[in-house]
């Protein structure tokens, strides 16, 4: 008897993901629980763990496939397998690499497609069910095409691209031999270089992360949809420094955390919302969503592509509250074990290209939300302040808008307002 092992119910509007990486190969013994293979999806990544124990029989979807919920991605049988209707998953700890709705423009997989189907035997399963088929439909051998897939796995884009080149070089595609006078092809590791035909020059092909791909379809609809609109100023950060130097050390020991400067735009921007609610609101349709809550999103820089985790209700919460949110969530996004919940809603986010070296940038919003606030770099410039030029520590700050609904006069008081509560850091007190 033979367990089926299926994608199962990925989150909130997640319909599909990504086959990463298989934990086990066929033939391999498994156990109840133990973790079999890890996917993919727009957030954050899966591993979908064994629902019997005994034998991995089968892999039905390879690494690199596009699966839908409820699809089966492996057979487990012999004794002691147990049947089940769904998978278990949890969130992936290991390394490795946010964003709900599927990715536009993915190759669509035959979902009864089996893997010891008569082509997939002659290469060893090491090819896509679509390139076998456009290699079948220009009389290509799929073994003389070089993959970049994971494993070595020949992908559609390589068939395609081994087609241009033909067609550069003027040569004639060959007729498939048959396969078993197929001479054994060396398999190249997932994230091999690939030499280009000119001598000395190397190109490497590397597939896009499912949450890489979600990030540039986000990015761009955010541009076409939103009337975005950006306004800048600056903030003397001299009271937050001294504030910081002063409280630092008993801060840390009575908090366990130090004090950084996020707490202090967190603050503000909450004391900023408050002021002008439109900057906490969102567009469904004709209507203005306005949100009596605050979850700020701070975006984090992670191997796999940029994450936006949520600090809930950042109104109630203390500095020390706030400093620990955000470093668990930083921590987390690292080894990429956020939740989906970490992840999701949020009314307005932060992002800090300061730390990265950034003097100036424009943000790109985060849809659904309307605003978004960029930090960047301190740097000790000259200013006058009341006749005289003096050094201060002086910080640029971007605010990201939709003009659709925040006029501008309203974006430009609403940094201002960022601006008076961070060159004031006890005002942020009562602002708390």
């Known amino acids: 008897m033979s367990v089926e092992i299926k994608v199962p119910t990925l989150g909130e509007s997640i319909v599909e993901a990504t086959v990463g990486k298989w934990m086990k190969q066929e033939g391999e013994a498994v156990t109840v629980g133990e973790p079999l293979v890890e996917l993919e999806t727009d957030k954050v990544n899966m591993e979908v763990a064994a629902t019997g124990a005994g ?38 700890a290991a390394s490795a690499p946010s964003i709900p709705a599927p990715v536009e423009g993915a190759a669509p997989v035959a979902a009864a497609t089996p893997v010891d189907d008569e082509s997939a035997s002659a290469d060893g399963g090491r090819s ?7 290699a079948a439909e220009h009389g290509l051998d799929i073994n003389q095409i ?56 190397r190109e490497e092909r590397v597939r896009m992360s499912r949450r890489r791909q979600t990030i540039a379809r986000r990015l761009v609809e955010a541009q076409q949809t939103a009337a975005m609109l950006t306004t800048f100023n600056e903030i003397d950060m001299t009271a937050i420094m001294e504030v910081r130097k002063r409280r630092r050390d008993a801060f840390k020991e009575r908090n366990g955390i130090g004090l950084g400067f996020m707490s202090f735009f967190t603050k503000a921007v909450v004391g900023a919302l408050k002021a002008f609610p439109r900057l906490n609101a969102e567009i469904q349709g004709d209507e203005m969503i306005l949100k009596g809550y605050y979850d700020i999103g701070i ?51 932060i992002t800090n290209g300061g730390i990265f070296g950034s003097l100036l940038s424009t943000p790109i919003l985060n849809t659904p939300q309307v605003g978004i606030l960029g930090m960047h770099s301190i740097q000790q410039r000259p200013v006058a302040i009341d006749g005289q030029v003096v050094i201060r520590p002086m910080m640029y700050v971007a605010l990201s808008y939709d003009h659709r609904i925040v006029d501008g006069s309203e974006a430009v008081r609403f940094l201002v307002r960022i601006k008076e509560l961070a060159e004031d850091p006890e005002s942020l007190l009562l602002e708390g």
Do not use: M
């Open 299 to 349: 975006a984090v820089g992670a191997e796999e592509g940029l994450v936006v985790p949520v600090v809930r209700d950042a109104d109630r919460l203390s500095f020390a509250e706030i400093e620990r949110q955000i470093a668990a969530l930083a921590d987390k996004a690292r080894k990429n074990t956020l939740s989906l919940n970490e992840l999701q809603g949020g009314t307005f986010t």
């Open 55 to 92: 034998v991995l029989q089968s892999i039905v979807k390879r690494e690199g496939e596009t699966v839908g919920i409820g699809e089966t991605l492996a057979l487990v049988g012999g004794a002691g397998a147990v049947a089940s209707s769904a998978s278990v998953a949890a969130p992936q």
């Open 128 to 134: 896509t069910p679509l390139a076998r088929r456009i």
């Open 146 to 201: 070089t993959g970049s897939g994971p494993s070595g796995r020949v992908t559609r884009d390589d068939v395609n691209a081994h087609l241009e080149q033909q067609a550069k070089s003027g040569a004639a595609a060959p007729a498939a031999p048959a396969p078993q006078a197929a001479a054994p092809v060396p398999v190249p590791p997932a994230a091999a270089s690939v030499p280009s035909i000119a001598a000395g020059r």
